[in-house]
Structure formats: structure tokens, C-alpha cells
Nanobody, 126 residues
Framework: QVQLVESGGGLVQTGGSLRLSCAAS????????ISWFRQAPGKEREFVAA????????YYADSVKGRFTISADNAKNMVYLQMNSLKPEDTAVYYC???????????????????WGQGTQVTVSS
């Protein structure tokens, strides 16, 4: 059973940056799928970014493309989400999730993930 723990959230002003971390135990990241999702109050959980089976296969939501970057340190079993040019609409609880058997067409569907972290709050003030 994999365990995921997010960290790095906080309060930042519009235009600022944060780096979220996702630490994993119980499974190596090198050939699996790791994704970031977020959920704002009253809204559904939405896809943000992902590695699909390899750190070289990255996917982003259109809303964060060019501002967010997903990266990994396989030696440390860590995945990061660098968030730049933050906007108030980026305010949400951010979660990392994994499913080694997920297929590419389902990558953005949160219901296809079995293992989730507890989340970390990101608040962007205007």
C-alpha cells in the first residue's frame, strides 16, 4: 500500500510562487503515474498535472500550462509541483494521487485513482 504525503502549501499573493512536494512510501515512482489534483470549496476535484508512467511524459491542465511544472526526484521518491504566477483562482486544496494501472485516456479522472495524500492548502490572495 502506497502512502502519499503532501507539503508546501501556504498563503501567497497574486503573482507569487509555491513549490508543493509529494513524498511517497511503499512504491517507487520511476515507472508509475503520479498526478496532482486540486479542489476548491464547492467545486469538484480537478486535474492539474501528471507524470504518465515516466517523468518524461508530462501532462497539464490548460489552466496551469506554462505556469506550473511537475518534476520528480526518483532517488528520494518525491514529486514536486512548482507553481508560478499564481492567481486567486488557483486557491484550493492540492492532492497528489497515484495509480500504476491507469490508462492515458483516464489520466484526468480523479475516480480512477486509488491512493491519495491528505492534501495541502494553497491560498492566493488578490
Amino acid at each position: 500500500q502506497v502512502q502519499l504525503v503532501e507539503s508546501g502549501g501556504g498563503l501567497v499573493q497574486t503573482g507569487g510562487s509555491l513549490r508543493l512536494s509529494c513524498a511517497a512510501s511503499g512504491r517507487t515512482f520511476s515507472r508509475t503515474t503520479i498526478s496532482w489534483f486540486r479542489q476548491a470549496p464547492g467545486k469538484e476535484r480537478e486535474f492539474v498535472a501528471a507524470f504518465f508512467r515516466s517523468a518524461s511524459n508530462t501532462y497539464y491542465a490548460d489552466s496551469v500550462k506554462g505556469r506550473f511544472t511537475i518534476s520528480a526526484d526518483n532517488a528520494k521518491n518525491m514529486v514536486y509541483l512548482q507553481m508560478n504566477s499564481l492567481k486567486p483562482e488557483d486557491t484550493a486544496v492540492y492532492y497528489c494521487a497515484t495509480n500504476p494501472r491507469i490508462i492515458q485516456s483516464q489520466l484526468r479522472n480523479p475516480q480512477q485513482y486509488n491512493d491519495w495524500g491528505q492534501g495541502t492548502q494553497v491560498t492566493v490572495s488578490s
